[in-house]
Every structure is written in structure tokens, then in C-alpha cells.
């Protein structure tokens, strides 16, 4: 008999969904689940980024060695470059976080993160030290450990550099501290109130060789860990190549690999060890002296396990539910493992007694103070003694449905309840207070080191199996049938009753004429009825036609005109916009995020926009944009008057290109599109005949490697860069036309830039380029690869690897004066 279980997720959901609330395990998985109830050991991988972390690694530890396996992240990602959509700063951040999850989900491990906000590339720890605040984020490092408790702690990068980003060669500095400050009561003295000091036995580096960097040795205490796993059915190599090809936001889709596969481990500090990175660890229950019954409890469980029967298993997992009821909590050690183990010995029983259970609500959208429709529902698929209860439906409690289930028959119970009026708004709880560059501001302390929000709301069904009484708690969520995905989950989105929508999070004004933008209004209720207010910054008007909105149906729209106006002494500064409903102010705009391979997103934010007037002259007026792996480039060109046509293959191939005045291709191009190959010739030929050709920037990697070539001569893509916005830029050709036509470009157009100067500067340039500045990061060499400007018949090839693709959308008005300038090159005689 084929029988296939219910695994209810353990992780936390609330703006996300961090797997269905139902997975289907099978008996092999169950046999996994209670060796992992045996061991009593934990380890902590620490690194900077999401996907810095060794997923094989991972893997085994999680799934052979059955430890409990963390992967401590320093940051979510918010610098990172994007392969697969538009989204910069903080929603890159949150992607990559869920990224991160579905990594965890395969791999096993668990995630967490510190509140250090990756401001992007840093070439050395000092940099990175003197924007996040070194020892705030030190102090996150040692909240996570003792609360992790890690029997051991590996890093991924070494203290000496060879890691090469700053922010790799911090997270390892970090680390180091934190193994000693962790055990030291005088350090960071306030966590103790809700945790207690922990002491590592000892910290590794996991050396690697990649990259072209080889740091491992003979030398080194060696793990494989490419073992085959019969129980899961693959090898952990192979397990890696799924975990790992979840980070697609950075293109790491990975090849499976099988057989050997050898880690290495340096000491850095601790316990000293000749074999085993575990070596001297007892990781089985007989570690405590209160807790060696339960070695024998569990072993004799898995001896027993019959999976065509798992049922039989109940009265077994009992006994140690109720043994584990038993530890003293005095022991802060035995207490950290009694909870942890409680926990999975309910995973087991749920699973053995074929136990599902899920509420979710009427509909994804509700409002604090609202009426939510409920379904809740359960079966036990096993023959065995469940008994439901009671239902507590936002904890009022429904005990008329209480009933002895009866085996494989589908239960559904609906009720209505009204969601606390106190309720606060879903957003993601990192991104809830404005932020400096350098770390999230979290107020609440104990939110620190979470991957993400617990429920806003959920549903706790109260059941007994054989004597045992469990109270088994569902975040509610909204399920739907896709025509395409089938059922599908979203998370439950606790709102104001109205949410405000700016088009462009920027707007750039180049004139004193004034722009008629269009803000939208939509109800999260019915009978939605209030009046917009906008605010201006100096030298600013805003007018509308009429402020009130009259919104009869949730989910329905208002669209409003505003018309925004400069004077010649305006200030840049923020539109702010907001509503009044019912005498109550509400400000939030919501912004939603979807990809196949995470749960729905959203990150409620101020309903405002920056103004910014340019000084700014514009020659041409056509444009054509060859998309690249998303950016906002183009939208921005449209704000400043200029008719830009998205150039599909299609009209590549067809159209004649000579009606444009300039074609742009988004970052990343030629490393996404293998069709611009095709059209290498055809382009060059628009150029011959007087056409500007202006590519950003673009990668030469094993992961995002140029698949044709560029220009008309030849160069190289590099990984320079200039990660300071600050640095000082020469004009080594000021007379070039790049820098006066049609605005002449000075110093002060490069101030305020965001993150960076710019990467993947040009090197090895042919001498039929000329290049126009100069630029360095502290104690590096000036590079001239910024920015390459050839002549090719009548017109002009453009490769730059300044950062227009975030300059633009963040309204840096000098950003926008030279890339009309590099659009608007002449044409050559």
C-alpha cells in the first residue's frame, strides 16, 4: 500500500507565504524527520549575502548529519543586481530573501539575518565597517548565536581578503568576535534579558577554490559530502543544484553534480580537532545526563517505523512527546532542545497520524476592524484516535464542532470573525520605519534575526490523538484554484482601508511647464469615501480637478489628476500624498512583486515621489531600447520628453533602424539576449550610417558571460568598478562632445549619485575609443574604462559602465545631463 502523509509547514508567513500551509510527505521522509528527532546538535553557517552559502554543505549537515543547520545572512541582498526583473534597493532585498527561504526549503537548513542593509560591492572591510556601524551589527551576529546555540560555526570567507568583497571578508571578522563575545556576559548585556550566553566549541573556515582563488590545502581537517542519500533519493550535490538555483535573481541556476565531493575546514579558533569537525560533540541525547531515556525512546521508535503503517509509530512518539513535557526547563541547554524537539515530535505524530489541517480567508485583502470569512478544514487520513476539539477562530473559540474524526473523511467548518481593529498593517517588519544606507531600523528587538513576520492572523485547532491534547496553529491565508497553477496560496494582506498608487517614484521635470500625472486611489473595503491631500515641497504647485473619491466596491479604483507645476526657484523634494477617510489620515502606497519561484510579495511604503527639476536640454526626439534583464531606463528617458519604441526581436529583424536617433540596450543585454548576435552586423550598420549606439553595462562571467560581440572595435568587459558614489572623477578629454553638448558636464553632475560610480568597466581598449574621465577608489589606480565613445563611420558606439540604471531612477539630475549628452552625440563628417 502506497501511502503519501501531510507535512504542515514550520515556517513563518505573513506579507509572504514561506511554503503552502500543507506539503505531502512520504514514509522516507518521515524515517528522516525521526532520525533528525534523535540527534541533538546544531551548527551555524555565517556569510554576507544571500547565496553566499555552501548549499552541499548545508545539505548534508541538515539531512545526513541530521543537525539542526542555520545560514546566518549579514544582509538581504538589497545591492544586488537583478536578472530577472526591474526591482532595485529594498524589493531586491526582500526577492532575494525569499530566495533565500526557498533554498532552505530544499536544502533543510534554517535562515536568519542581521539588520545590515547591503549597500553594495565594498572593496575592503574598512569601507563596509564605516557604513554599517560595526559594532551594531556584531551585536545582531552575537543575538543569532545565542539563541542558535551552535555546537559549531563556519564561515564561508576568510578575515585576509581572498573572499574579495568587503562585505565577505566582514561577515568572517564578525564571526571571529562573535565566537568569544557571545560567551562574555559583559558583552552586549541587554540580550540577556531573553536569551543567555553561549559558547561555541570551536569555528572553521570553509576554505573553497573558485573564482580562481584556491584556498584549500592537504593540510586541512577534509568532509565529503557528496554522498548519496536512499531515503531522499539523491545525492547532496544534487540537493545543492536545486537549493542553490533558487537564488534567479542572480542567474546561480547550478548543475547537479554527483559523487565525492570534498569541503575543507580550517580551525580558526576553539576546541582543537584532529578528524572531525564535530570531533568531542556528543550529538545524541545521552549529552545530558536528564535526557537519556529519550535515546533509547527514539531508537526504539525507528527500529519499529513501519512505513507502509506509520500509524503504529503514534503511541511511540507519545511517550516521548510527553517524556520531552517532562525535562527541566531550569537548564537553559536542556530547555533550548526540549522546545526545538516538542515541536518536531508534533511535526511527526501530525504526520504518522495523517493529519491535515488550513484555514484561509474569503479573500487576500481585509481591513483592521473587518469581518474575514473563514474556512477552516482537516481529515486524518490514518485509522487512529483524533479527536477535534475546538476551533479558536482569532482566539474566540468554537467548541460545537467538537467531534471524533472519522478516517479519510473531509471536514469543513466556516465561520465569520471580526479582525482586531488594533491590527497592524502587513508589511514586511524590516522596511516598517524609513532606514539609513547602513542598517534596517527595527524597533522591536525581538523581531531581530527573522527571516520574516509571523502570521497577521491565524487559527488554532485544538485536537487530541489518543490521550495526547495538541493545539496546532494555521496562519490564515488566501487559497485559489489558478487556471494555469492550479491551487494556489497568497498571503493574507492586512491594509488600510485605502491604498494610494504614484506612477513614478520619481519625476523629473526639465522645463517649467507643468506635467498632469495620474494617482490612483483603491478601496481594501466597501463604501470607501474620502478626499486626497497633497503636499508639495517649495516652489511647487499641485492641483486637481477634485479631491473627492467615492469608492462603492472593495478592490475598486479612483483615478484622480494632479497637475504639478515648477517655478524657476523650485526645490527638489517629495510629493507626499495622502488620504482622509472617516477623519483619519492614511499615507501608504503598496507595491506588489510576483515571480513563479517565491510566494506573492508586497511592501506597503509613504505614498510619495521625489520632484526633481533638471536644468537640462534634450536634442532628438526618438529613441529605441533593446531590453536587457530589466530596468527603468527607459521610462525615465519618456519623463523628459523622449518617444522611446521597446525594440522586440521582431522589429530588430524587420524594422529599419535609421528612424531612431539613438538605440539603447538595458543592462545586461548581451548577456540575456543571445539573439543580439544575430543582429551584431545590422546594428553596426545603424551606427555606420549615423546612428548612436549606447550599451549599458553588461558582465563577462562564467555566470553572465557576453555572448557576442559589442562595438565596432574590439575591448573588454572587466569586473572594474568604482564603489564609491564620492569618488573624485577626472575629465581627461574635456573638449570631447560627451561633456559639452548639449549640456556641458561639470563636477558638480556628479554629486549626489547613489551606491556606486559605476562596473564592469571596459579594459583592453582598442586605440579607435576615447575615453572621457578617469576614477578610483581609495588606493587603487585611476581607471579609464567608465566610459568608451568610438566613431564608426557617421556615428557613434557608446559602452559605459556608469550606474544610469540606478542614477536615473533615483532623479540624479547629472546622471540625466550626460546620458542626453551620450544620446545625443553628432554625427560624424
Same mark, same amino acid.
Given at each position: 500500500?502506497?501511502?503519501?502523509?501531510?507535512?504542515?509547514?514550520?515556517?513563518?508567513?505573513?506579507?509572504? @507565504?514561506?511554503?503552502?500551509?500543507?506539503?505531502?510527505? %512520504?514514509? #522516507?521522509?518521515?524515517?528522516?524527520?525521526?532520525?533528525?528527532?534523535?540527534?541533538?546538535?546544531? /551548527?551555524?553557517?555565517?556569510?554576507?549575502?544571500?547565496?553566499?552559502?555552501? =548549499?552541499?554543505?548545508? #545539505?548534508?549537515?541538515? *539531512?545526513?548529519?541530521?543537525?539542526?543547520?542555520?545560514?546566518?545572512?549579514?544582509?538581504?541582498?538589497?545591492?544586488?543586481?537583478?536578472?530577472?526583473?526591474?526591482?532595485?534597493?529594498e524589493a531586491m532585498g526582500l526577492v532575494r530573501t525569499q530566495e533565500l527561504l526557498a533554498a532552505r526549503r530544499i536544502d533543510g537548513a534554517e535562515q536568519f539575518f542581521t539588520r545590515a542593509n547591503d549597500f553594495g560591492f565594498s572593496k575592503n572591510p574598512e569601507e563596509t565597517f564605516s557604513i554599517w556601524n560595526k559594532d551594531s551589527i556584531l551585536a545582531d551576529v552575537v543575538l543569532a548565536i545565542r539563541r542558535f546555540k551552535p555546537d559549531v560555526i563556519m564561515c564561508r570567507f576568510p578575515t585576509t581578503g581572498e573572499g574579495g568583497h568587503g562585505h565577505h571578508t566582514a561577515s568572517a571578522i564578525l564571526a571571529l568576535e562573535a565566537f568569544d563575545a557571545a560567551a562574555d556576559p559583559k558583552r552586549f548585556p541587554e540580550q540577556l534579558a531573553y536569551t543567555q550566553v553561549w559558547q561555541a566549541k570551536r569555528i572553521f573556515w570553509n576554505t573553497f577554490n573558485f573564482g580562481g582563488v584556491n584556498t584549500t590545502s592537504p593540510d586541512q581537517m577534509k568532509l565529503d559530502v557528496g554522498v548519496f542519500n536512499p531515503l531522499l533519493g539523491k545525492s547532496y550535490g544534487e540537493i545543492a543544484a536545486e537549493s542553490r538555483s533558487m537564488h534567479k535573481s542572480q542567474g546561480f541556476g547550478s548543475a547537479k553534480s554527483r559523487g565525492e565531493a570534498i569541503e575543507f575546514f580550517k580551525l580558526l579558533k576553539g576546541d582543537p580537532a584532529k578528524e572531525d569537525v564535530f570531533e568531542g560533540i556528543n550529538q545524541s541525547w545521552t549529552r545530558f545526563a536528564s535526557t537519556t531515556g529519550l535515546d533509547k525512546l527514539t531508537t526504539d521508535c525507528i527500529k519499529k517505523y513501519d512505513p507502509q503503517a506509520p500509524e503504529k509509530s503514534i503511541p511511540d512518539l507519545i511517550a516521548i512527546y510527553k517524556q520531552l513535557q517532562q525535562l527541566d526547563d531550569s537548564d537553559a541547554s536542556i530547555s533550548y532542545w526540549k522546545k526545538l524537539k516538542l515541536k518536531e515530535t508534533e511535526t511527526l505524530l501530525l504526520n504518522c497520524a495523517g493529519l491535515w489541517m488550513e484555514a484561509y480567508a474569503g479573500d487576500y485583502i481585509t481591513v483592521p476592524g473587518n469581518d474575514i470569512s473563514i474556512t477552516s478544514q482537516i481529515?486524518?487520513?490514518?485509522?487512529?484516535?483524533?479527536?477535534?476539539? *475546538? @476551533?479558536?477562530?482569532?482566539?474566540?473559540? &468554537?467548541?460545537?464542532?467538537?467531534?471524533?474524526?472519522?478516517?479519510? *473523511?473531509?471536514?469543513t467548518f466556516s465561520n465569520k470573525q471580526q479582525l482586531p481593529a488594533t491590527t497592524p498593517f502587513s508589511t514586511p517588519y524590516w522596511l516598517i520605519e524609513k532606514h539609513p544606507v547602513s542598517i534596517y531600523t527595527v524597533n522591536n528587538r525581538q523581531l531581530i534575526g527573522k527571516p520574516e513576520n509571523d502570521a497577521a492572523a491565524s487559527v488554532t485547532f485544538d485536537i487530541t490523538i489518543n490521550d495526547l491534547n495538541l493545539k496546532i496553529e494555521r496562519g490564515l491565508v488566501y487559497k485559489y484554484t489558478d487556471p494555469v497553477k492550479g491551487e494556489t496560496y497568497r498571503p493574507l494582506e492586512v491594509l488600510p482601508p485605502a491604498t494610494i498608487n504614484i506612477p513614478d517614484k520619481v519625476l523629473v521635470f526639465n522645463s517649467n511647464e507643468p506635467k498632469t500625472i495620474l494617482i490612483t486611489v483603491k478601496a481594501n473595503k466597501a463604501n470607501v469615501t474620502g478626499d486626497l491631500q497633497i503636499t508639495v515641497p517649495e516652489g511647487w504647485t499641485a492641483h486637481t480637478h477634485n479631491d473627492r473619491f467615492v469608492l462603492a466596491a472593495k478592490k475598486e479604483e479612483a483615478t484622480i489628476e494632479v497637475t504639478i507645476n515648477p517655478n524657476k526657484n523650485s526645490v527638489d523634494g517629495n510629493l507626499q500624498v495622502s488620504v482622509v477617510i472617516d477623519g483619519v489620515t492614511y499615507t501608504k502606497s503598496i507595491r506588489r512583486i510576483e515571480y513563479d519561484h517565491i510566494p506573492y510579495q508586497f511592501i506597503l511604503s509613504d505614498a510619495e515621489a521625489k520632484l526633481v527639476n533638471v536644468n537640462l536640454k534634450t536634442t532628438g526626439t526618438t529613441i529605441g531600447y533593446i531590453p536587457g534583464a530589466g530596468d527603468d531606463v527607459a521610462a525615465c528617458l519618456k519623463q523628459i520628453g523622449y518617444n522611446v519604441t521597446i525594440l522586440t526581436d521582431e522589429m530588430l529583424a524587420k524594422d529599419n533602424l535609421s528612424k531612431y536617433s539613438s538605440i539603447i540596450t538595458g543592462v545586461r543585454a548581451y548577456n540575456t539576449n543571445e539573439r543580439l548576435q544575430i543582429y551584431y552586423t545590422k546594428l553596426m550598420d545603424y551606427v555606420k550610417n549615423g546612428g548612436n549606439l549606447v550599451v549599458q553595462y553588461n558582465t563577462n562571467t562564467s555566470l553572465g558571460p557576453v555572448g557576442s560581440k559589442i562595438g565596432p572595435y574590439p575591448f573588454t568587459v572587466s569586473k572594474d568598478r568604482v564603489t564609491d558614489e564620492n569618488a573624485a572623477v577626472t575629465f581627461t578629454n574635456p573638449k570631447h562632445a560627451a561633456l559639452n553638448f548639449p549640456n556641458i558636464i561639470t563636477q558638480k553632475d556628479f554629486e549626489n549619485w547613489i551606491q556606486e560610480r559605476g562596473i564592469y568597466?571596459? =579594459? &583592453? @581598449?582598442?586605440?579607435?575609443?576615447?575615453?572621457?574621465?578617469?576614477?578610483?577608489?581609495?588606493?587603487?589606480?585611476? #581607471?579609464?574604462?567608465?566610459?568608451?565613445?568610438?566613431?564608426?563611420?557617421?556615428?557613434?558606439? /557608446?559602452?559605459?559602465?556608469?550606474?544610469?540604471?540606478?542614477?536615473?531612477?533615483?532623479?540624479?539630475?547629472?546622471?540625466?545631463?550626460?546620458? /542626453? %549628452?551620450?544620446?545625443?552625440?553628432?554625427? %560624424? *563628417?
Open positions: 500500500m502506497k501511502r503519501f502523509l501531510l507535512l504542515f509547514s514550520l515556517y513563518f508567513f505573513s506579507h509572504t @507565504i514561506s511554503a503552502q500551509t500543507s506539503l505531502q510527505l %512520504n514514509s #522516507a521522509d518521515i524515517l528522516q524527520s525521526l532520525k533528525k528527532l534523535n540527534t541533538v546538535g546544531s /551548527v551555524l553557517y555565517i556569510a554576507a549575502h544571500p547565496d553566499d552559502e555552501n =548549499t552541499r554543505l548545508l #545539505a548534508y549537515l541538515a *539531512k545526513q548529519k541530521n543537525l539542526r543547520t542555520g545560514y546566518l545572512s549579514l544582509t538581504r541582498g538589497d545591492g544586488g543586481q537583478n536578472l530577472i526583473g526591474k526591482e532595485q534597493g481529515i486524518a487520513k490514518n485509522k487512529c484516535d483524533v479527536k477535534l476539539n *475546538k @476551533i479558536s477562530f482569532l482566539n474566540q473559540a &468554537d467548541t460545537s464542532i467538537a467531534k471524533a474524526l472519522e478516517t479519510d *473523511k473531509f471536514y568597466f571596459a =579594459t &583592453d @581598449i582598442d586605440k579607435s575609443y576615447e575615453t572621457v574621465f578617469a576614477m578610483n577608489d581609495p588606493k587603487e589606480k585611476p #581607471a579609464d574604462g567608465s566610459l568608451i565613445i568610438g566613431k564608426y563611420g557617421k556615428g557613434n558606439f /557608446v559602452y559605459t559602465g556608469l550606474d544610469f540604471f540606478r542614477e536615473l531612477p533615483a532623479g540624479v539630475p547629472g546622471a540625466y545631463r550626460l546620458f /542626453v %549628452n551620450l544620446i545625443s552625440l553628432p554625427t %560624424n *563628417k
